[in-house]
């Protein structure tokens, strides 16, 4: 078998996730998305999509089809608001709690089409040293240039995209904090 290598500059698969065209049984659609310099998700190139295309033709029955999707990049904003306990500095516990929905959200721990669990999240807050209760959470599609940021054009709605305590991408898709110091907002009332 012939082993295709890409340059640097054709771009690298970051991820990747098959899954049956629900219009032929025969076909597959492969999604897949890159990450720039800064590790944020893009687009992958149309050149590494053709190299892909080549090189998993090789290995493809005749009857088959693959076809090579851009995976949706839909991101998002969380929102919440916590009573702190007596006791506490409340920019310390709300700086704790960014912190942790930070590493939660790097996209180093997302794959496609993996949903975003509520209790998690809700968990993730409460379980924070200092907080009383979770008042207010909420999970926001962000789209186009808010302020100096500039986010994908996908718009994703997330009340349309709530089911059973979990937020879906759309099928291929991939979530994303894209700037999580703007992204990820937190107050103490």
Not at 30 to 45: A, C, T, Y
Not at 118 to 135: A, E, M, Q, W, Y
């Given at each position: 078998?012939?082993?295709?290598?890409?340059?640097?500059?054709?771009?690298?698969?970051?991820?990747?996730?098959?899954?049956?065209?629900?219009?032929?049984?025969?076909?597959?659609r492969?999604?897949?998305?890159?990450?720039?310099?800064?590790?944020?998700?893009?687009?992958?190139?149309d050149?590494?999509?053709?190299?892909?295309?080549?090189?998993?033709?090789?290995?493809?029955?005749?009857s088959?089809?693959?076809?090579?999707?851009?995976?949706?990049?839909?991101?998002?904003?969380?929102?919440?608001?916590?009573?702190?306990?007596?006791?506490?500095?409340?920019?310390?516990?709300?700086?704790?709690?960014?912190?942790?929905?930070?590493?939660?959200?790097?996209?180093?721990?997302?794959?496609?089409?993996?949903?975003?669990?509520?209790?998690?999240?809700?968990?993730?807050?409460?379980?924070?040293?200092?907080?009383?209760?979770?008042?207010?959470?909420?999970?926001?599609?962000?789209?186009?240039?808010?302020?100096?940021?500039?986010?994908?054009?996908?718009?994703w709605?997330?009340?349309e995209?709530?089911?059973?305590?979990?937020?879906?991408?759309?099928?291929?898709?991939?979530?994303?904090?894209?700037?999580?110091?703007?992204?990820?907002?937190?107050?103490?009332?």
């Open positions: 078998a012939r082993i295709y290598t890409l340059p640097n500059n054709f771009g690298r698969v970051f991820r990747a996730a098959v899954i049956d065209n629900p219009n032929n049984p025969l076909s597959a492969l999604f897949i998305i890159s990450r720039d310099n800064s590790k944020k998700l893009v687009i992958s190139p050149t590494l999509k053709e190299n892909l295309s080549t090189y998993l033709n090789q290995y493809r029955l005749i088959e089809s693959i076809d090579i999707l851009d995976a949706p990049i839909v991101n998002l904003g969380i929102k919440y608001s916590i009573v702190v306990e007596k006791g506490y500095n409340y920019q310390s516990v709300l700086n704790q709690i960014n912190g942790d929905l930070s590493q939660y959200t790097n996209i180093e721990n997302f794959q496609i089409n993996q949903p975003l669990i509520v209790s998690d999240i809700s968990n993730l807050i409460l379980n924070t040293p200092g907080v009383l209760s979770l008042v207010e959470f909420k999970v926001i599609g962000k789209h186009g240039t808010i302020g100096a940021n500039k986010y994908s054009n996908y718009v709605i997330s009340s995209n709530l089911t059973r305590g979990m937020y879906f991408p759309p099928p291929g898709g991939i979530f994303e904090i894209k700037f999580s110091n703007d992204d990820i907002e937190g107050r103490a009332i």
